[in-house]
């Protein structure tokens, strides 16, 4: 039994074939999805297939490309979509200074900082998407210490993971960790206690390396199971069993799908 801690099912390059992708995800092994929207449709599309299917949660938020154009309306429509009982978490949020050709660190900053502040709020914990931020994120974890959080898709240093842990995060790996340039991400996965682990395939993005250039999917995430198991040093399926708990005290929506 797997988790894929997130995919983007709403997303239009796999939104339509939605019923498939899960089914060919199911004969993989993989018991529950995490849909994570990324701007106002996509999390309202998340929330609409959450509640349809019993084995998808929803998160729901505005990414930091987001920030140069998100209203007070749109922050507003997202703390309302959080209210549905299927949404598991605010993201996926956080800082990208690689995108910072679509908003400035400021706004990008602020906007984190709503909804954090949301999530602290609702009592949910957030989804982050950090990429090029080195420490940056950290002071805004330390105004909301009782919100917890996941550091999706993970590629940060050595710097980055220890302070994140620190402060009771979960870190999630995605397809990258395949790829055969990537020893150095490897060896820190291998470092993550066992307790804090978190497996996705962000998909469509992000195939793994046996995928690689192709679309990805929530079936392909054995690839990846497979590479965190041996950087850890565990079996495939005891990583699979303890990841999908770690998801299912994470993502309180997933505690009933399984
Ligand atoms: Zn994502």
């Known amino acids: 039994m797997i988790v894929d801690s997130h995919a983007h099912l709403n997303h239009e390059d796999l939104l339509e074939e939605a019923d498939a992708v899960l089914q060919r995800a199911a004969l993989a092994g993989v018991a529950a999805v995490v849909v994570v929207g990324y701007d106002l449709p996509s999390s309202k599309r998340a929330v609409e297939l959450a509640e349809r299917l019993p084995q998808v949660a929803a998160v729901v938020g505005l990414h930091p490309y987001e920030a140069g154009r998100a209203a007070e309306d749109d922050i507003r429509a997202i703390s309302e979509l959080a209210s549905s009982t299927r949404v598991a978490a605010i993201g996926e949020i956080g800082l990208d200074y690689h995108g910072e050709e679509y908003a400035p660190k400021a706004l990008q900053i602020e906007l984190a900082r709503r909804q954090m502040a949301m999530a602290d709020d609702l009592g949910l914990p957030v989804v982050l998407h950090l990429r090029e931020t080195g420490l940056d994120i950290l002071p805004l974890l330390d105004a909301y210490p009782e919100v917890r959080a996941v550091a999706h898709c993970f ?62 999917e929530p079936a392909y995430i054995v690839e990846t199971l497979s590479a965190l198991a041996a950087a850890q040093g565990v079996p495939v399926a005891d990583l699979a069993l303890v990841t999908s708990r770690n998801a299912q005290e994470i993502f309180r929506p997933l505690r009933t799908a399984f």
């Open 155 to 216: 590629d940060g240093g050595e710097a980055l993971l220890t302070e994140v842990l620190a402060r009771g995060a979960f870190i999630s790996f995605a397809g990258n960790l395949t790829y055969k340039r990537n020893e150095t991400l490897r060896s820190l996965a291998g470092r993550v206690p066992p307790g804090r682990l978190l497996v996705e395939t962000d998909s469509p993005y992000l195939a793994p390396q046996g995928h690689r250039g192709r679309r990805n």
